[in-house]
């Protein structure tokens, strides 16, 4: 979906938040931070209590989890949208100034204090992951996979383990190492987990130049060299041989040697690993690519606050020069609020190698 402009966006917004049900109007402050793959997103707000504990009931919470959501709305007459839905974390109680802090995540959390314990054997990890979504009653939005993940070079030896001996401690562990191996996107939104790659994530794309933000900063990387050779090595002892995956990655930047000090014209980096197969090998040079290619050029956009855009969608950003225009993905969405700042979101986002690429002049 396009968001044609952040000219319209929220200027006056109303702020509320419900606590296991329990409404709450008086909220001061609120941040949310919407993070990517793999990282929970979480909120921080501030709430005045009137002085008067009794018509604070949710202050009073029984010992136990309790629900957060996170409304609002931009104009008297329009419906509310949900910014955040999870668990609270801590309240911390100020009588004297008659305020109270609450702090909270997204229900990830509910997979990261996991105490289950499991072998998985002879599983895809879309397998793996729905079993996991349908144990905690989560919506399951899960692209299926087709390799083995729970089984090693088969015949019944697991390297998929979820127990004390292991070093996968919590399922939302093992959930982020097999998202990793498959090159997927891992996150919680509302009760839905996701379990999918990039390219089938639904978006939203919004074009941005200099007079729609407040503020804006790019973070261009300086290598040493514009050739980096990624290389696995690992022995497998069940085939009793090296597995060896090498490839190059370029930023397809020219590198000058102005100081003349004869800087290498290429990097090279070794990445050991025990017992890989190939296609193992060859999924970690992927994924170490795409680390490098996002540390290439990233961008912090401070805008208005408007409310729909999340991570892995799309900002344009155009009239900086071919150095700085480009498409960038969002990696994070922090949106403030305050009762006398107003509403603003800070963007956070990167260039992926194929836009580099495509950029020609980057």
């Not at 929970?40 to 002085?51: E, I, M, P």
């Not at 980096?269 to 060859?282: G, M, Y």
């Not at 993905?329 to 690429?357: C, D, K, N, P």
Request: glycine fraction near 8%.
């Amino acid at each position: 979906m396009a968001i044609n402009s952040v000219r319209g966006n929220v200027e006056i917004p109303r702020v509320r938040a419900q606590f296991n049900g329990m409404t709450i109007d008086a909220v001061t402050n609120m941040e949310v931070t919407l993070n990517g793959s793999r990282k929970s997103s979480r909120f921080d707000l501030t709430v005045s209590t009137g002085g008067d504990v009794s018509n604070s009931r949710w202050l009073n919470l029984s010992p136990g989890m309790a629900a957060a959501k996170i409304l609002m709305r931009s104009e008297p007459n329009e419906g509310e949208v949900t910014l955040f839905d999870g668990l609270v974390e801590s309240i911390a109680y100020d009588p004297i100034n008659r305020l109270a802090q609450v702090e909270g995540r997204d229900y990830s959390s509910v997979l990261m204090n996991t105490s289950y314990q499991d072998a998985y054997l002879n599983q895809t990890a879309s397998e793996i992951a729905t079993q996991i979504a349908q144990r905690h009653g989560f919506n399951p939005s899960i692209t299926p996979t087709t390799t083995l993940a729970g089984d090693y070079q088969g015949d019944g030896y697991s390297q998929m383990l979820l127990n004390t001996h292991s070093r996968i401690t919590s399922e939302w562990d093992l959930l982020s190492h097999l998202a990793e191996n498959e090159g997927f996107e891992l996150f919680v939104t509302g009760t839905t987990l996701v379990f999918a790659p990039l390219t089938s994530l639904e978006t939203n794309y919004l074009t941005l130049c200099n007079s729609d933000v407040k503020s804006v900063r790019f973070h261009r990387n300086c290598p040493l060299s514009s050739q980096t050779t990624l290389t696995v090595k690992s022995w497998n002892t069940w085939q009793n041989q090296m597995v060896y995956y090498t490839d190059g990655w370029s930023d397809d930047q020219t590198v000058s040697d102005p100081a003349g000090l004869s800087c290498d014209p290429a990097t090279e980096i070794a990445i050991v690993r025990p017992n890989l197969t190939s296609s193992d090998a060859e999924r970690l040079v992927q994924r170490y690519s795409g680390a490098l290619a996002e540390r290439v050029l990233s961008v912090e956009i401070a805008i208005p606050g408007e409310m729909l855009l999340k991570p892995f969608d799309t900002v344009t950003f155009g009239g900086n020069g071919s150095s700085f225009d480009a498409d960038y993905i969002v990696r994070s969405v922090r949106r403030q609020f305050s009762a006398t700042g107003g509403f603003i979101e800070f963007i956070h986002g990167f260039v992926t190698s194929s836009t580099l690429s495509d950029g020609g002049s980057m």
